[in-house]
């Protein structure tokens, strides 16, 4: 008897010790390292390419060379992408050599330049950057972008960025203006998503992501994510003959409602869903539902690199009713993705007639 309980109680400790082990293990593990695989054997779907001829509207200067851009192409006909966006930034010699880099292929990609910032606020600034605005014209740029502000003025432009001016400033008006009478559409980044405003800590939804991307609000002046939705707004409306396309779904993923407000006051404003596969997904219903409202409003966007699995995943997650898996490493996010699903109907005009409508604006 004195055998056994001894080797019960031996048992347990044995147990015991593995279940302390587990836990110090777990308790051990860095949420950065956390790559989740999916227990559930649900369909998994494979897209190999798009449902229709797709043409990026947000994608930039990624390659480096010409063979580069040669098996850019092939991966393009390989994931049926007809026409890609360089959204260049760039005025003056860089949106030149831009041009130049990809002429080889004039009928895949299509060069946007930006605007020049340089001595912004100075006597005849305004007809300066309208006079480089036509000389890119000129050179190639069927539209501006991708600009961008995150609440301290624009910050993309190159060689000079609009430090302290936001769409909206008066000063813009000219440029905006001759946007539209050049049938230039505007692709403009605003904001960022609701969780890289929240602390970066244990209550944050996207942590990962809010932690690098963290947007600090304690600047004197710093507009937020209303106050630039408000400015963009501003600035579509005063300027109706110029399309404007909002970057990333104007950063609403969290709150898709001040987007469809502005679509259904602005017929001359549209979004993309650029890198923004990982923050629509976890909520396919909400998100496939306000897709599907407004249709006629989304054009297809990438803003990921060349890769061919990077576009196979977006058409994943549009096309497919896959539920609960992982992209971990393409998005950075630790929450589970489902495919939206969306209907024929609303996959054409989002990949291919939307952007059409826009590309060929007389």
């Not at 710093?222 to 630039?228: I, N, T």
């Amino acid at each position: 008897m004195k055998q056994i309980i001894l080797c019960f109680s031996l048992m347990l400790c044995i147990n015991a010790m593995f279940i302390a082990g587990s836990f110090a293990q777990a308790n051990s593990q860095l949420l950065k390292n956390f790559m989740p695989v999916s227990i559930y054997n649900t369909p998994k779907t494979v897209v190999s390419k798009a449902a229709f001829p797709a043409i990026d509207m947000h994608s930039h200067d990624y390659a480096e060379t010409q063979t580069d851009i040669d098996n850019w192409v092939k991966t393009m006909d390989s994931v049926g992408m007809a026409k890609t966006l360089i959204l260049t930034y760039s005025t003056g010699k860089s949106f030149d050599s831009a041009v130049d880099k990809y002429k080889r292929y004039p009928t895949r990609f299509e060069i946007w330049c930006g605007f020049d910032y340089t001595g912004f606020g100075t006597p005849g600034w305004e007809k300066r950057a309208v006079a480089e605005l036509e000389r890119c014209y000129k050179k190639g740029a069927r539209g501006v972008g991708e600009l961008g502000d995150k609440g301290e003025g624009e910050l993309y432009s190159k060689p000079t960025p609009g430090v302290g001016v936001h769409i909206d400033n008066p000063a813009m008006k000219p440029l905006l203006q001759k946007c539209g009478e050049l049938k230039m559409p505007v692709s403009i980044h605003i904001s960022e998503d609701a969780w890289m405003y929240a602390n970066p800590d244990s209550t944050n939804d996207g942590l990962m992501n809010a932690d690098k991307w963290h947007v600090n609000m304690n600047k004197p002046g710093k507009l937020d994510h209303d106050q630039l939705m408000a400015g963009l707004a501003t600035a579509v409306g005063q300027n109706p003959k110029t399309i404007f396309i909002a970057c990333h779904l104007a950063n609403c993923c969290a709150n898709l409602e001040p987007l469809g407000k502005m679509f259904d006051k602005y017929p001359n404003f549209y979004a993309d869903i650029a890198a923004r596969m990982g923050e629509i997904s976890p909520v396919p219903k909400y998100s496939g539902d306000f897709i599907t409202k407004y249709q006629d409003r989304f054009v297809f966007g990438t803003d990921n690199g060349m890769d061919s699995y990077m576009y196979r995943s977006s058409f994943h997650i549009l096309e497919s009713a896959d539920e609960h898996f992982y992209e971990v490493n393409q998005y950075h996010y630790h929450w589970a993705l489902f495919g939206l699903h969306l209907t024929k109907e609303v996959l054409k005009k989002v990949y291919q007639t939307n952007a059409e409508k826009i590309l060929n604006h007389k």
